[in-house]
């Protein structure tokens, strides 16, 4: 049996070591699933986005009021919100074009757009082509993309409120709203699949790794690729 690798006297974490540049290997009994460059930018993404839902929420509704004290007061939540949109936007976009090339949909996966969705919902279905990600997951990635870009040109146009006809900005209004309820609740979903629902998925955006079986359950095609094993020794 090999000894566990040491520097100095620390034993040094293979699966991590391996994460901070590669994705898609095998360590031991893990799988590298978002190297550490993946990582920074999802969290960077996701920071933004909150720092923007709760200096935006505030200015949005009185309801809200309380959460401007986290930015030192409605004054500043107002100063903070357009700048923290911006960089959520950039961020969004690194993350679009980081992500792209593994995001494209197959022609078997179209009808996630209809009745996967609510199989997968109820673990129904046949799951053994799924990729390193499902139809729903790429579904969301798009989803998020737009809607950065919504964000985005809605905020532009209230920023500067007299550059623009009064009907304009009022759609901006309703944009900027719609966009922004309809993605909160897709990040509640999006939490909940991403820790409590399936234990394990976390650890891909902390640790940057999965374990075998859980890339065996939710991502087969995924785990036949990286690791080669079909199957065919199992009963
Ligand atoms: C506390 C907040 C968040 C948690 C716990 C979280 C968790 C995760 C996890 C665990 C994954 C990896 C899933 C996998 O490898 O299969 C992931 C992926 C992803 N996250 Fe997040 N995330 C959060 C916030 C956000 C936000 C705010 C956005 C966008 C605005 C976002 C966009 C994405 C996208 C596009 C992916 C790749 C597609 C997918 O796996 O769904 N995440 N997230």
């Given at each position: 049996?090999?000894?566990?690798?040491?520097?100095?006297?620390?034993?040094?974490?293979?699966?991590?070591?391996?994460?901070?540049?590669?994705?898609?290997?095998?360590?031991?009994?893990?799988?590298?699933?978002?190297?550490?460059?993946?990582?920074?930018?999802?969290?960077?993404?996701?920071?933004?986005?909150?720092v923007?839902?709760?200096?935006?929420?505030?200015?949005?509704s009185?309801?809200?009021?309380?959460?401007?004290?986290?930015?030192?007061?409605?004054?500043?939540?107002?100063?903070?919100?357009?700048?923290?949109?911006?960089?959520?936007?950039?961020?969004s976009?690194?993350?679009?074009?980081?992500?792209?090339?593994?995001?494209?949909?197959?022609?078997?996966?179209?009808?996630?757009?209809?009745?996967?969705?609510?199989?997968?919902?109820?673990?129904?279905?046949?799951?053994?082509?799924?990729?390193k990600?499902?139809?729903?997951?790429?579904?969301?990635?798009?989803?998020?993309?737009?809607?950065?870009?919504?964000?985005l040109?809605?905020?532009?146009?209230?920023?500067?409120?007299?550059?623009?006809?009064?009907?304009?900005?009022?759609?901006?209004?309703?944009?900027?709203?719609?966009?922004?309820?309809?993605?909160?609740?897709?990040?509640?979903?999006?939490?909940?699949?991403?820790?409590?629902?399936?234990?394990?998925?976390?650890?891909?955006?902390?640790?940057?790794?999965?374990?075998?079986g859980?890339?065996?359950?939710?991502?087969?095609?995924?785990?036949?690729?990286?690791?080669?094993?079909?199957?065919?020794?199992?009963?």
């Amino acid at each position: 049996m090999s000894a566990t690798p040491t520097v100095g006297h620390r034993p040094v974490d293979l699966a991590v070591v391996a994460a901070r540049d590669r994705e898609n290997v095998i360590v031991g009994n893990e799988i590298v699933r978002h190297r550490r460059a993946s990582r920074l930018i999802h969290w960077s993404v996701s920071l933004t986005f909150f720092v923007c839902l709760f200096s935006g929420m505030p200015i949005w509704s009185p309801i809200f009021g309380w959460m401007a004290a986290f930015f030192g007061g409605l004054s500043a939540a107002r100063v903070v919100h357009p700048w923290a949109g911006i960089a959520f936007f950039l961020f969004s976009a690194v993350m679009f074009f980081h992500w792209l090339g593994e995001m494209r949909f197959l022609p078997s996966e179209r009808d996630w757009l209809g009745p996967k969705a609510l199989e997968y919902m109820r673990y129904e279905g046949d799951d053994s082509e799924v990729g390193k990600y499902n139809g729903g997951q790429k579904l969301f990635f798009f989803a998020t993309a737009l809607g950065a870009l919504g964000l985005l040109l809605s905020g532009l146009l209230m920023w500067w409120p007299s550059a623009f006809p009064r009907v304009v900005l009022q759609l901006s209004y309703l944009i900027h709203d719609v966009a922004f309820i309809a993605f909160a609740i897709a990040i509640v979903f999006h939490i909940y699949l991403g820790t409590a629902a399936e234990p394990g998925t976390f650890g891909a955006m902390t640790r940057g790794t999965v374990t075998r079986g859980w890339a065996r359950l939710h991502h087969p095609k995924w785990y036949r690729d990286v690791s080669g094993d079909d199957g065919s020794r199992r009963g």
